[in-house]
C-alpha cells in the first residue's frame, strides 16, 4: 500500500470518526437538553399537561404506544424550552407585546395581569375598575362577622386592602386592553372603588379598614414607587402602606424604620411569563430591628390547612412594640409581611389561597389558640375583592 493511499484512509477513518461524534451529538445533545429542562414550569407557562412516558405493558396496542411515545419525546427531549424562552423575551423586550394571554404589556414595562382564568378574559381588571354592589355588601357583612368572632379571642382586628396598579395607573393600561375596561378604570373615583366603599362603610363600625390610597396616589410617580414590571406590590408602596397601617393600630416604627434604604434590582413576580426577569425597587433592610424569619413555620399550620404553601414566622428582637400579629392574606401578604414584622415582637403571616372550606373551622380555632395573636390583620388587594377565604372564615364563625 502506498504512502498516499495510506494517508487516505487515515483521512477517511477521522472524517468518519467526526461523523460518528456528529451523529452521537445530534441525539444526545436534545436528551441532555431535555433532562435539565424544568417540564413543569413548561406546563405553567404553555397552560397544558405534558405527555407522560408511557407504559408498553398497558398500551392497547404497539400503534398507541408508539404514539403516546413519540409525543413525549416532543414535549421532553431537544431544545423546546430554550427555544420557547428565547421567543417570549422577544416578545416582550424587542415587541413589547405580551406572551401569555392574561397578561398585558404597556409602555415603559408596565405589566397588567388581566385574569386568573383564560375562560374569563379581563375579569381581574374589570372586578376592579366596575365595582359590584352586591360583592361590597356581602363582603361588609363578611368583616363584621369575622371580626366579632376575633375579638372573642380576645384579639383586636383591622383590614387592610392594597390597591393595585390598575387603580393607581389607569392611564398606563394598554391598548390591548378593551375600551370598556379602560374606560371604566380611568372614570373609576379611587374613593367609590370596592376598597374605598369599604373604608367608608367602616367608619363608626368596631374594626378599621385600611386603604391610604388619597397617600399612595399622592407618591405614585416617585422612581421605582410601585415596580411596573410587577404585578405584586413592592418597593416603596409596601413600605409606606405598612407604616401607615402600624401607625393606625399606635405603633410608631420611628425614624430607624427608613434607614438604609437602597434602590436596586430584584427579580420581578409573574414567572408564568416563561422566563426570570428584573425590576427596579427600594430595598429596606430595617436592620435595628434586627427581624428574623422563619419560612413553613409553625409547622403545625399544614394540619389544619392541608394545601398551605406561603406561610412563616418573622421574629423581631428589637421590635417598635410588644405585640404579637396575625396576618391573614391573600398573594399579596408575602409582600407585605417583611414591612409589618418590625412594628411586632412576632409576625405570623399565613397565605390563605389554598385553604378549603371544610377546614375553616378548625384552622380558625387552632391558629387563634395557638398564636394568641394582639393584633389580627386581614390583608388582600382590591383585585381581591370579593374574598372567598374571607368568607369562608366569617361563616365558619357564625
Same mark, same amino acid.
Given at each position: 500500500?502506498?504512502?498516499?493511499?495510506?494517508?487516505?484512509?487515515?483521512?477517511?477513518?477521522?472524517?468518519?470518526?467526526?461523523?460518528?461524534?456528529?451523529?452521537? !451529538?445530534?441525539? #444526545? %445533545?436534545?436528551?441532555?437538553?431535555?433532562?435539565?429542562?424544568?417540564?413543569k414550569a413548561r406546563q405553567s407557562w404553555e397552560k397544558r399537561e405534558l405527555a407522560v412516558l408511557p407504559n408498553v405493558?398497558?398500551?392497547?396496542?404497539?400503534?398507541?404506544?408508539?404514539?403516546?411515545l413519540e409525543a413525549f419525546i416532543d414535549d421532553h427531549i431537544g431544545f423546546a424550552t430554550p427555544l420557547n424562552k428565547i421567543y417570549r423575551q422577544l416578545q416582550f423586550y424587542v415587541f413589547s407585546d405580551s406572551?401569555?394571554?392574561?397578561?398585558?404589556?404597556?409602555?415603559?414595562?408596565?405589566?397588567?395581569?388581566? &385574569?386568573?382564568?383564560?375562560?374569563?378574559?379581563?375579569?381581574?381588571?374589570? $372586578?376592579i375598575c366596575r365595582p359590584s354592589t352586591p360583592h361590597i355588601k356581602k363582603t361588609e357583612?363578611?368583616?363584621?362577622?369575622?371580626?366579632? &368572632?376575633? *375579638?372573642?379571642?380576645?384579639?383586636?382586628?383591622?383590614?387592610?386592602?392594597?390597591?393595585?396598579?390598575? #387603580? #393607581?395607573? +389607569?392611564?398606563?393600561? +394598554?391598548?390591548?386592553?378593551?375600551?370598556?375596561?379602560?374606560?371604566?378604570? !380611568?372614570? !373609576?373615583?379611587? %374613593?367609590q372603588s370596592?376598597?374605598?366603599?369599604? *373604608?367608608?362603610?367602616?367608619?363608626? $363600625?368596631?374594626?378599621?379598614?385600611?386603604? +391610604?390610597?388619597?397617600?399612595? !396616589?399622592?407618591?405614585?410617580?416617585?422612581?421605582?414607587?410601585?415596580?411596573?414590571?410587577?404585578?405584586h406590590s413592592a418597593s416603596k408602596i409596601n413600605h409606606v402602606f405598612a407604616a401607615g397601617l402600624l401607625r393606625s393600630l399606635d405603633i410608631d416604627p420611628g425614624t430607624a424604620y427608613s434607614k438604609g434604604a437602597r434602590l436596586q434590582m430584584i427579580n420581578a413576580d409573574m414567572r408564568v411569563m416563561g422566563f426570570v426577569r428584573s425590576v427596579q425597587a427600594w430595598t429596606y433592610p430595617y436592620a435595628d430591628f434586627r427581624v428574623s424569619v422563619n419560612r413553613g413555620k409553625p409547622e403545625w399550620v399544614t394540619r389544619y390547612y392541608s394545601r398551605a404553601r406561603d406561610f412563616g414566622t418573622y421574629v423581631s428582637a428589637r421590635p417598635a412594640s410588644n405585640r404579637s400579629a396575625l396576618l391573614l392574606s391573600n398573594s399579596f401578604g408575602a409582600f407585605v409581611a417583611p414591612h409589618l414584622a418590625p412594628g411586632f415582637k412576632s409576625l405570623t403571616h399565613i397565605n390563605l389561597n389554598a385553604l378549603q372550606e371544610s377546614e375553616a373551622a378548625l384552622f380558625l380555632q387552632q391558629i387563634m389558640e395557638r398564636v394568641k395573636p394582639d393584633d389580627l390583620i386581614v390583608l388582600f388587594h382590591d383585585g381581591g375583592i370579593p374574598s372567598a377565604p374571607l368568607y369562608m372564615l366569617a361563616n365558619a364563625a357564625l
Open positions: 500500500m502506498s504512502h498516499r493511499e495510506q494517508s487516505e484512509i487515515v483521512v477517511f477513518a477521522g472524517h468518519t470518526r467526526l461523523m460518528i461524534v456528529c451523529v452521537a !451529538l445530534a441525539f #444526545l %445533545l436534545p436528551a441532555v437538553a431535555g433532562f435539565f429542562t424544568n417540564h405493558i398497558e398500551a392497547k396496542s404497539s400503534k398507541h404506544f408508539f404514539t403516546d406572551p401569555i394571554a392574561n397578561v398585558d404589556v404597556g409602555d415603559d414595562g408596565f405589566v397588567f395581569f388581566n &385574569a386568573h382564568s383564560a375562560t374569563r378574559p379581563y375579569a381581574a381588571i374589570k $372586578k357583612r363578611a368583616m363584621a362577622a369575622f371580626a366579632s &368572632a376575633v *375579638r372573642e379571642y380576645g384579639a383586636s382586628i383591622s383590614y387592610a386592602i392594597v390597591p393595585s396598579k390598575p #387603580l #393607581l395607573y +389607569p392611564q398606563e393600561l +394598554p391598548a390591548t386592553v378593551p375600551a370598556p375596561h379602560r374606560k371604566a378604570c !380611568l372614570a !373609576l373615583d379611587p %374613593l370596592a376598597a374605598g366603599q369599604l *373604608r367608608e362603610r367602616a367608619s363608626g $363600625k368596631d374594626y378599621a379598614v385600611h386603604f +391610604p390610597v388619597e397617600e399612595l !396616589l399622592s407618591m405614585r410617580n416617585e422612581p421605582a414607587f410601585y415596580p411596573p414590571g410587577n404585578f
